[in-house]
């Protein structure tokens, strides 16, 4: 299905675990979609709560096996700069909560799992941005920009509207390239590195994850378009598709306690 680019589409569930649940299902049928017109399929994966919680929930969906893992590459919107190993590194999490599972019995290629790098291999988030754009040149075909087309992009939003490490009035906002060292970020830790507007802008489907009743006032000054600089997720949007999946107190259906 193709919308107009620019709509965004609101998908509202009750709670964050039927969220976590019904965007687990829904990616592993965009990815079994996906995988019988074409390969590679390439996925971006998000940090935050949800969008751990729904890889979680991939890694014990009956499906698992019905998908060609050494088909698919897996990439990420943004990282905390930690060691390698550390707890609280996106990668870590996403390892434990789905890719070591699918890297030792489902034929996941440990090659086609793209962390982005730390101080464990480069000095500066600038040098991580660097080396992960590189990378992902090497993978996007000649496209411009030289990114994968990635066929999902999953992103969390933080209650202050961020994305990926896209944080309201910070100059990462209006980054060039495909990638951009972070510093100062509002949310620990204060280094990143993270995927620019033009990255993300560059996927097929963008779908945003979000939960809880501090988050929706945020949502639905994306929704209304309200400018990127403040609400940094109105700036999320997709090639083809631009999908919200929201709990109830996200999408604001419920009262303030
Ligand atoms: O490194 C991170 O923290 C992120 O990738 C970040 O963009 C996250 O997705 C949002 O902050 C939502 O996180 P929660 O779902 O935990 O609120």
Redesign the pocket.
């Known amino acids: 299905m193709t919308e107009a680019p620019g709509v965004r589409l609101v998908v509202v569930h009750p709670d964050k675990e039927v969220l976590a649940q019904a965007a687990a299902a829904r990616l592993l049928t965009r990815v079994l979609d996906v995988q019988s017109v074409r390969s590679p399929v390439h996925v971006v994966l ?7 919680a729904t890889l979680a929930a991939v890694a014990a969906s009956p499906l698992v096996p019905a998908v060609d893992w050494s088909g698919v590459h897996l990439w ?5 700069f930690l060691p390698d190993g550390d707890p609280d590194r ?1 990668e870590t999490q996403a390892r434990e909560a789905l890719l070591d599972g699918l890297v030792a019995e489902h034929g996941l290629p440990a090659a086609n799992v793209h962390p982005m790098p730390g101080p464990t291999s480069v000095a500066t988030p600038e040098e991580g941005a660097a080396a992960y754009a590189a990378l992902l040149a090497e993978h996007a075909q000649g496209a411009a920009p030289a990114v994968p087309a990635f066929d999902v992009l999953l ?5 202050d509207g ?4 896209l944080f309201p009035g910070h100059e990462g906002l209006t980054a060039q390239g495909t990638t951009t060292g972070v510093h100062g970020s509002p ?1 620990p830790p204060p280094e ?1 590195v993270s995927l620019t507007f033009d990255a993300i802008r560059a996927a097929r489907e963008v779908w945003v ?4 009743a501090e ?1 929706a006032d945020r949502v639905a000054a994306a929704l209304a378009g309200d400018p990127v600089t403040e609400v940094p997720a109105a700036g999320a949007v997709g090639q083809a598709r631009t999908l919200w999946l929201l709990d109830l107190d996200a999408a604001g259906a419920t009262s303030p306690e």
């Open positions: 998000t940090g935050g709560t949800v969008g751990i990420w919107g943004d990282e905390r996106n992103l969390g939003m933080g209650p961020h994305v990926a490490s949310k990143r994850v979000a939960a809880g988050k």
